[in-house]
């Protein structure tokens, strides 16, 4: 990736946290690297190398700043929202696909040789998957060693490293200090027994009370609820279950995860920020869509608006597949129906992960409370996705996931369109059929005929998922 030295340097001289995850700050004089915000004085230039990841600093030699944590920065905008091969990549590391099944797993869940994988990822972020995955590993190691009272040796291995010392020598490498130092640092409080708590860090503004609004309006009982300015799910990670609450806060979302398997923190946390949309530039989306004057106003008035996504791709399907046609009151209804076929959560005492594809494939007739023909559309949803035969995960070929989605009868393009806004991550999804977005489109003065307001909406590009966002708030 080409880093512009000069706006680079401008950035850090600033300390503009906009640019916290773009890109990270290494001083030769002392061999550390920082996020762009740190608040150290700044270097000389000719002290200062830029590189495109925490990963590529560290390959470089340099260790992390043990004050400004550039390892706890927001992700990259630029892989939050990127659909091609590097962008899929990246998404799929910080679900910890590298941890669980090695290179050649990533490789071959993306379609393509692993030296190829090699070879773009050096090129664009100046480290393989493997450094990436270890950084994320030093990371991950990092918050377990600091918010919980595991042995160190438990830590190791539940942070992905395959032995003890490997754990030793990269924490001394990328943090200057031995595992038992960090811990005596403790910069975050203890959770209760079980619990992990962290900070999860965004680029401002966060306007969380849109995310909160969406998301319980459509809470599902035994799987997620709001309580306050906290909302609570149960999760299903590749290793167990979870339960994690999310508070948004002025700098960072707290978090506090339950897990089942701690070999599950990085997934969990990445899936927590992908709910949240917490990697997005929320200052390039206004930007664009604030010279509409007919969306000005709302963008003035509630910036930061984020697009809810998901912790589960095959979830925000069924949901789709279910509100077609019906308000999403009545969606909320029959999927309440469905999960207590399903398992009788709210009997379970906590929080659960949304069921697995294969149980909702073979949930009885009485189950779904639905027309026959939409039954069958969710049968044959679950069913592929059970088989391996269609990707709703952030890791996904979008434009191949949608072409396999829509050859399932009954899905066309709003429920596609739908999916691949929240499972899929993509931010320039509109939906000018839809019937809350052409009355939110009324309600601003925009044109309401699906047609015109499909064009007019040309002008939001790349950014129309946020824009649908604000319509149904509006609406």
Not at 143 to 171: H, K, M, P, W, Y
Not at 211 to 230: H, I, T
Not at 255 to 271: E, I
Not at 319 to 327: E, H, I, K, L, N
Request: hydrophobic share 45%; net charge positive.
């Amino acid at each position: 990736m080409e880093l512009d030295f000069e706006r680079c340097y401008r950035a850090v001289d600033s300390r503009d946290q906009r640019f916290d995850g773009w890109f990270y700050t290494a001083v030769r004089s002392t061999g550390i690297y920082c996020r762009p915000s740190c608040p150290a004085m700044t270097p000389k230039r000719e002290n200062v190398a830029f590189y495109p990841s925490a990963a590529a600093a560290q390959r470089g030699g340099f260790r992390a700043c043990k004050r400004c944590r550039p390892d706890a920065a927001p992700g990259s905008p630029e892989w939050d929202v990127r659909a091609d091969l590097v962008g899929r990549a990246m998404r799929l590391i910080g679900d910890g696909v590298v941890d669980r099944d090695g290179v050649p797993g990533l490789a071959s869940r993306l379609g393509y040789t692993e030296r190829h994988l090699n070879r773009l990822l050096t090129a664009e972020l100046g480290a393989g998957p493997l450094a990436l995955a270890r950084a994320q590993r030093a990371q991950t190691a990092r918050v377990l060693i600091e918010t919980t009272d595991l042995g160190l040796a438990e830590i190791a291995f539940a942070a992905g490293f395959g032995s003890v010392r490997q754990f030793n020598d990269t924490i001394q490498e990328v943090y200057a200090q031995a595992p038992g130092q960090l811990r005596e640092r403790r910069p975050i409080a203890h959770a209760e027994s079980g619990s992990i708590n962290l900070r999860l860090a965004y680029r401002a503004p966060l306007h969380a009370a849109s995310l909160l609004d969406f998301l319980q309006a459509r809470a599902l009982p035994g799987v997620e609820e709001r309580v306050g300015n906290a909302y609570r799910r149960g999760l299903t990670l590749p290793h167990g279950s979870a339960t994690v609450a999310l508070s948004p806060g002025d700098r960072w979302v707290s978090a506090t995860l339950r897990l089942s398997d701690v070999r599950d923190l990085a997934p969990a946390v990445a899936r927590c920020r992908r709910l949240f949309d917490l990697d997005a530039d929320p200052i390039a989306v206004d930007a664009t869509l604030a010279a509409d004057p007919a969306l000005s106003a709302a963008v003035t008035a509630e910036p930061g608006v984020r697009v809810p996504r998901s912790v589960d791709g095959f979830e925000v399907a069924v949901r789709a597949v279910v509100g077609q046609q019906v308000s999403v009151a009545g969606a909320r209804t029959t999927l309440t129906r469905m999960l207590r076929a399903a398992g009788s959560f709210e009997e379970k005492g906590d929080l659960v992960g949304f069921p697995a594809a294969a149980v909702v494939a073979d949930l009885p007739d009485s189950a779904f409370g639905m027309p026959a023909a939409r039954r069958d559309t969710v049968r044959a949803l679950a069913a592929v996705v059970a088989d391996g035969k269609l990707d709703l995960e952030p890791g996904a070929d979008r434009d191949e996931s949608m072409a396999r989605l829509m050859e399932l009868p009954g899905i066309g393009a709003w429920t596609a369109g739908y999916v691949a806004m929240r499972a899929i991550g993509d931010p320039d999804v509109f939906l000018p059929t839809d019937i809350a977005v052409r009355r939110g489109a009324r309600a601003l003065g925009l044109p309401d005929t699906p047609a015109a307001l499909a064009k007019h909406a040309e002008g939001w590009r790349p950014w129309r998922s946020y824009a649908l966002i604000r319509l149904w708030r509006a609406s």
